[in-house]
């Protein structure tokens, strides 16, 4: 597991691709992006969201995307990948196949909408392409 380390990781690349990606999520969820969609098809009512805790959910959002972006950095590093271009094939690659695919297995036992899953896995895809080409600038 030579690719398992934090050696020669560059932590100013992993804070801004992690930026990055979390700026593209927060878009990607708001009025401006799919919100009132993925809200209509994932059935989530205003009363639902008032009894959220938001705190929690952006506290588990920002610790699986500090990892996931560490998890990029520490892969491109062990594969060799030090440009944008290979940064970013990979990253989309990770998003689709690995995240992608955990929505699609678990929303479809779930019986969730195609349109949650298609929206939650292109998210994921495009924030991970967004961390890898970031890292793969530096």
């Known amino acids: ?26 878009w990607w969820y708001s009025p401006a992006g799919f919100w009132k969609i993925w809200r209509d ?33 520490m892969l491109m590093n062990g594969l060799g990948i030090d440009d944008w271009s290979g940064g970013l094939v990979l990253g989309l690659v990770i998003g689709l196949v690995f995240r992608g695919g955990a929505h699609a297995i678990h929303n479809g036992f779930a019986v969730r909408s195609p349109a949650v899953t298609l929206i939650d896995a292109a998210h994921d895809m ?9 890292l793969g600038l530096f």
């Open 126 to 134: 495009v924030s991970l392409g967004v961390a890898g080409l970031v």
């Open 41 to 73: 098809k994932a059935g989530v009512t205003d009363d639902l969201m008032e009894g959220a805790s938001m705190g929690a959910a952006f506290g588990g959002t920002i610790v699986a995307n500090v990892l996931g972006v560490i998890v990029l950095a």
């Open 1 to 26: 597991m030579d690719w398992f380390t934090f050696d020669g990781l560059n932590w100013l690349a992993v804070l801004i691709a992690f930026v990055a990606s979390f700026a593209l999520g927060w």
